[in-house]
């Protein structure tokens, strides 16, 4: 019931103020998002440190960070899903510029390739499949190991945004169970 003096509720304004509510603030969250990609970055260098658990806690320290800066208590996890693939976009170009730095300084270049060109020599001896033999002859080859570089870096950017997507969502969906508390 509409009290006088009050403007009705239109679909329009339903769905603006719904829009309002879930939508992200760019200023807060980039930041947040810089500083949890460098984090999980750095987490992804690290031998062993952090598997892949550096993406997804990436994505929830994004989370914890924008919170800090908002004081906003009523994330969705569509937002924490948001702001974690943002994290996790900048994480793999941070990433990428840590190996990039690590080939081209450290000349890990020749260590990288041995060691493609031995996990290929492995799998090649482990198929059977005889018309599989021809694409591992490709691989092996220099133009073979920059397609499967170009793979590699583009399965790793896609870890970065699902795992780091599914960490702001987890730690939207923990904050929002933790407030109703």
Known sequence: MVEPGEQPVTRESAVRILSDATRLEWPHALPSAAAAGAISAVLMVVPFAGLS?????????????????????????????????????????????????????FHAGDQLRSVMLQSLKEAAAKSSDPEVQPVFDYLRTPAGLQVAMAVGFAVILLMFLVLSSAGGALAAALFRNQRRR
């Open 53 to 105: 658990l550096g993406m997804i806690f990436g994505g929830m320290l994004c989370v914890v960070l924008y919170r800090r800066r908002t004081h906003r208590k009523g994330l969705t996890t569509g937002m924490g899903a948001r702001l974690g693939a943002l994290s996790g976009l900048l994480g793999f170009a941070v990433f990428s510029i840590f190996t990039a730095v690590q080939v081209l300084a």
